[in-house]
């Protein structure tokens, strides 16, 4: 059984940093894509970044320029650095990781960004 545990979550004041990690347990065969999204309250889940297994990086309009995405295809992780955060950012950050067969969700981790 596969399961994603994400981690690096907490509160942090405005133009801080945090870095967000997400490692897999489980067998997950030929990973195309992974990512990270958020659920801000009120809001619909967005994508915040993607990276796909030959590296190319997708950033949504709000993080381009402040958060790094990387990943680790063999360790079945991937990370997010974030920089100069926002009140905006608060959210639930959700790790996924994609295949042929589907996506595979974490839990989530809160982080809140203090003005």
């Known amino acids: 059984q596969v399961q994603l545990v994400e981690s690096g979550g907490g509160l942090v004041q405005a133009g801080g940093s945090l870095r967000l990690s997400c490692a897999a347990s489980?067998?997950?065969?030929?990973?195309?894509?992974m990512g990270w999204y958020r659920q801000g309250p009120g809001k619909q889940r967005e994508v915040v970044a993607r990276i796909t297994n030959i590296g190319a990086t997708y950033y949504g309009d709000s993080v381009q320029g402040r958060f790094t995405i990387s990943g680790d295809n063999a360790k079945k992780s991937v990370y997010l650095q974030m920089n100069s955060l926002k009140p905006e950012d608060t959210a639930v950050y959700y790790c996924?990781?994609?295949?042929?067969?589907?996506?595979?969700w974490g839990q989530g981790t809160q982080v809140t960004v203090s003005s």
């Open positions: 996924d990781i994609a295949n042929d067969y589907g996506n595979y």
């Open positions: 489980g067998k997950i065969f030929s990973i195309k894509c």
